[in-house]
């Protein structure tokens, strides 16, 4: 089945086995995911992106499988299981029993309102938030699995080469001129910067800081539940991208919060964090995970403008198109902007550097090579 009779088959709140007035549905660069009644349905998108692969119906099974069980770890409240879709005599029934042409992960649904992204929006994020975030993030760093010390995770190599491969990805998708001459430079910074921590990528490797994380820990993978930060959401498709130093997972959301002009935010969560695991001599990285984690943003905001125009959805127009196109550029600025000097950034009248670029790292950082 094509994906615009699929989708549209999944619009029909006759196809789920539950009561369902109305399907919303929205769409990201490799899932669609339908709102029906009390449910959300994710269903993957027929695509290989490079770092990830979902061209076969097989393949979008597992990982299907394997977003629940990874998700269960932080969020078993929300995910409930994988679901066939099968085709029947009276058409497409999720949870049929027919053949199924296509799989969906069942969830729990949430109001929209209640996403760390949203209370951010409505400058409802308030600082408690955030200390809660940074307790939630470190219990779980706590807990989940180091990566074996013979195995290529969070090697120097691994670290550098998908931080590399965002600018041959989006130089493929980016044809804008103006915007070859700022990608080298941060295409560059990232190499020589790379270079430079190599070792202690290393060390840190040895001494356990690379784990089995969420790997997309921003704004719009927390939802609040309960007065609870639950982070949901994360990367089954690629364990390279999951496998990371718990560091690396830290800087996206100080990334995020400094998208959204939260400064003051930003710091609060890097410094709560680091006081409940003491781990002061990850900072020495941050400046490049940020850098890195701006450019995957600009990435996929590229991919999404790249498919609105090969008419993968229709119904978006181009004022949408130039918005994430503005949102990859606006992104891309904020990795150059992140790979500045943190004094110079805050200059005379600017906004503080956080308290632990402040503080004596290099004593919290013995034993790490330099």
Not at 3 to 11: F, H, K, N
Not at 22 to 40: N, Q, R
Not at 306 to 326: C, G, I, Y
Request: contains cysteine; aromatic residues 8%; hydrophobic residues 45%.
């Amino acid at each position: 089945m094509n994906p615009e009779d699929l989708i549209a088959a999944l619009r029909d709140p006759a196809c789920y086995p539950h009561p369902a007035e109305a399907v919303e549905s929205i769409e990201t660069h490799i899932s669609w995911v339908f709102l029906a009644g009390e449910y959300a349905y994710k269903v993957k998108k027929p695509v290989d992106l490079g770092f990830l692969d979902f061209s076969t119906l097989e393949a979008r099974r597992f990982y299907c499988e394997e977003e629940l069980r990874l998700n269960r770890r932080t969020a078993p409240e929300l995910y409930l299981g994988v679901v066939p879709i099968a085709a029947g005599s009276a058409g497409l029934r999720v949870g049929g029993t027919g053949e199924a042409i296509e799989y969906a992960l069942k969830m729990r649904r949430f109001p929209q309102a209640s996403l760390a992204d949203s209370l951010a929006r409505s400058g409802e994020l308030h600082l408690g938030r955030i200390d809660a975030i940074a307790a939630a993030i470190a219990a779980f760093h706590a807990v989940i699995p180091a990566a074996p010390e013979g195995g290529a995770f969070g090697a120097p190599e691994q670290v550098v080469a998908p931080a590399l491969a965002n600018f041959e990805q989006i130089g493929k998708l980016d044809a804008d001129p103006g915007d070859a001459a700022r990608l080298e430079r941060l295409r560059a910074w990232t190499e020589s910067n790379g270079s430079r921590l190599r070792e202690i990528f290393a060390a840190r490797k040895r001494e356990g800081f690379v784990r089995e994380c969420h790997g997309d820990l921003h704004l719009r993978n927390i939802v609040f539940l309960k007065g609870r930060p639950v982070p949901f959401d994360c990367i089954e498709f690629n364990a390279e991208l999951r496998w990371i130093d718990v560091m690396n997972e830290v800087a996206f959301l100080v990334m995020d919060l400094l998208e959204h002009r939260l400064q003051a935010h930003a710091w609060r969560l890097l410094n709560a964090y680091l006081e409940i695991t003491g781990d002061y001599a990850g900072v020495r990285m941050l400046r490049y995970y940020l850098v890195y984690r701006a450019m995957v943003r600009a990435k996929i905001a590229c991919i999404r403008a790249h498919q609105v125009e090969n008419d993968s959805v229709p119904a978006m127009d181009a004022v949408e198109v130039a918005d994430r196109h503005d949102g990859a550029r606006e992104s891309a600025a904020g990795a150059l902007e992140a790979s500045k000097d943190p004094q110079r950034r805050s200059g005379a009248g600017g906004a503080q550097p956080p308290i632990c670029w402040r503080r004596p790292v290099a004593s919290a950082a013995s034993g790490v090579p330099g």
